[in-house]
């Protein structure tokens, strides 16, 4: 079963990875008819070069299929020794001199602007990692902050189109990467959850997308909380019609009341069993916690953890 999930992930991101070389491609396109004339053959190159990552990429996923472990592992060594190859290319057609209509061969381009390229890179990368952040909480770092980002937006756009690729580049690398982490971290929960649960982790992926399409709440929570919930509730040893009629109602409060959902659905947990109540009680007890919060002058938190205490040996 370990196995099977790890080439999943894999699968996953070798996917990831092979349509962003496709939309890497479309921009290279795009930059090609839109950029001056003699520039204009290296976009088409590296457009070229991008799209036959991709077509072998689409071959070698079919071609794994019911394979033996070494003709896989032997088949995504070539892909990653092509995909190697596309960006080695696509640097090495980027750093050559240009030639104009009139023949003549552009001198190379200094180290200026591959230095702004470098320090664009840079920065984009600590704001989209998180380590530099927009600050809001003091008028100063909220100055400097988004004096920092208007910056930064000003060297794209000194850089023309250069700087537009880059942008688009840079914004799509993010997007990719963002979804293989949180892609990643689902599988990795819905796999442990399933384990819990003594289930498949496709029949744990249904559930979650059973929940997400059955219920308002669940879709408000992002793809991560979804599968925290599910492993909070298997964890208890809820089995999967138990959460079904769990989840729902956990969700709802979570939002409602900005509870941290995996200690909550604990808590909530330990409220019904203190209580001899089922899981298909779980909207009863919401509603009831709910109305008790209003009547008191408790929080949430506070009404949670003195139902506990009461019922408590």
């Known amino acids: 079963m370990a196995t099977v999930e790890v080439e999943s992930s894999k699968a996953t991101i070798e996917a990831w990875i092979a349509f962003l070389s496709l939309a890497l491609a479309i921009v290279a396109v795009f930059a090609a008819v839109f950029m001056p004339s003699p520039g204009r053959g290296k976009a088409v190159q590296i457009a070229i070069a991008f799209s036959l990552y991709f077509l072998v990429a689409m071959v070698a996923a079919v071609a794994r299929q019911n394979r033996a472990n070494w003709m896989r592992h032997g088949i995504r060594v070539i892909v990653v020794a092509v995909g190697v190859a596309a960006i080695?290319?696509?640097?090495?057609?980027m750093l050559q001199p240009s030639s104009t209509a009139t023949g003549r061969v552009d001198p190379p381009p200094s180290s200026a602007p591959v230095l702004e390229v470098i320090g664009i890179v840079i920065a984009s990368i600590l704001l989209f990692t998180g380590i530099r952040k927009v600050e809001v909480g003091g008028f100063l770092k909220a100055v400097l902050s988004i004096a920092d980002l208007v910056l930064l937006i000003v060297s794209f756009v000194l850089l023309g189109w250069v700087g537009f690729v880059l942008f688009v580049v840079i914004n799509l690398v993010a997007l990719v990467v963002s979804s293989i982490r949180i892609s990643m971290r689902q599988e990795s929960l819905l796999t442990y959850a399933g384990i819990q649960a003594g289930e498949e982790h496709s029949t744990m992926k249904d559930l979650d997308k059973e929940l997400r399409k059955a219920h308002k709440s669940m879709r408000t929570l992002g793809p991560i909380e979804r599968a925290q919930l599910i492993s909070a509730l298997t964890e208890r040893g809820r089995g999967l019609d138990e959460i079904?009629?769990?989840?729902?109602?956990?969700?709802?409060?979570?939002?409602?009341?900005?509870?941290?959902?995996?200690?909550?659905?604990?808590?909530?947990?330990?409220?019904?069993?203190?209580?001899?109540?089922?899981?298909?009680?779980?909207?009863?007890?919401?509603?009831?916690?709910?109305?008790?919060?209003?009547?008191?002058?408790a929080t949430f938190q506070e009404m949670v953890e003195a139902m506990i205490a009461a019922a408590s040996p």
């Open 244 to 297: 079904r009629q769990m989840a729902n109602p956990v969700a709802m409060l979570h939002v409602v009341h900005d509870v941290d959902l995996q200690e909550f659905a604990g808590e909530f947990d330990r409220i019904l069993r203190l209580y001899g109540k089922d899981a298909a009680d779980s909207m009863v007890l919401a509603d009831q916690l709910t109305a008790a919060t209003k009547q008191s002058a």
């Open 88 to 93: 080695g290319f696509s640097i090495y057609v």
